[in-house]
């Protein structure tokens, strides 16, 4: 049974930083690519930022989140992170991390497992 684990979501004022982390089971995690979503109220949910499967790898952000959020991974954990600095309260959204079996991907509908969402909540 595939598990992802997000934790790190709490109340942060404008400006300031958060990590949060995903951590996996139940698959092969050096093998997935690891993706992060983010759905604010009365929005739909949205990429954020993905990563290919090996530690290191190459990454792809959002353009609304470049040079602000950083995705990276440690394989040896099964854990992703996303390091959020510089946070607006446009940020304020449950977050969610994602499992991606088939291939790299910044679309939602092709990331099979799922974890239950971390709230973030960007206070001005």
């Known amino acids: 049974q595939v598990q992802l684990v997000e934790s790190g979501g709490r109340l942060v004022q404008a400006g300031g930083s958060l990590r949060l982390s995903c951590t996996a089971s139940g698959l092969t995690f050096s093998s997935v690519t690891m993706g992060w979503f983010r759905q604010a109220p009365g929005k739909e949910r949205e990429f954020v930022a993905a990563?290919?499967?090996?530690?290191?790898?190459?990454?792809y952000n959002a353009d609304s989140v470049k040079d602000r959020f950083t995705i990276f991974r440690d394989n040896a954990k099964n854990t992703v992170y996303l390091q959020m600095n510089s946070l607006k309260t446009k940020n304020t959204a449950v977050y969610y991390c994602?499992?991606?079996?088939?291939?790299?991907?910044?679309?939602?509908?092709?990331?099979?497992?799922w974890g239950q969402g971390t709230q973030v909540t960007v206070s001005s």
């Open positions: 990563i290919t499967c090996w530690s290191g790898g190459s990454t």
């Open positions: 994602a499992a991606s079996t088939l291939h790299w991907s910044t679309q939602d509908y092709e990331y099979n497992y």
